[in-house]
């Protein structure tokens, strides 16, 4: 399956953006998908987690009670809101999708990832 990402952006602290991630060439529906972040000199790191049919989700902590992942596989389209942005959500981020069934957060664990697409936050 091919990525695309979009929707990232410059905003300021405390606002919001929604990511999408556009799915092609696969059946999008058998797919596990992800979302990671990486900033500058990091290491790229698990924000959020959505079962195939969407029956299951799991985030990192400093994404619980802001950012909802969501999908749709009628329009095989990935999604991620985010709110309540602070200057250290800066990053790019990348979504991914996995058929491993453990739920696992590593990124070793997805094979396909789309391109990124860069979130800047001001203070």
């Known amino acids: 399956v091919q990525l695309q990402a979009s929707g990232g952006g410059l905003v300021q602290a405390g606002g919001f953006l929604r990511l999408s991630c556009a799915a092609s060439?696969?059946?999008?529906?058998?797919?596990?998908m992800g979302w990671f972040r990486q900033a500058p000199g990091k290491e790229r790191e698990f924000v959020a987690r959505i079962s195939r049919t969407s029956s299951s989700t799991n985030y990192a902590d400093f994404a619980k009670g802001r950012f909802t992942i969501s999908r749709s596989n009628t329009k095989r389209t990935l999604y991620l809101q985010m709110n309540s942005l602070k200057p250290e959500d800066t990053a790019v981020y990348y979504c991914?999708?996995?058929?491993?069934?453990?739920?696992?957060?590593?990124?070793?664990?997805?094979?396909?990832w789309g391109q990124g697409t860069q979130v800047t936050v001001s203070s």
């Open positions: 060439g696969g059946a999008f529906g058998n797919y596990h």
């Open positions: 991914a999708a996995t058929t491993v069934v453990s739920g696992t957060t590593h990124p070793h664990d997805f094979h396909s």
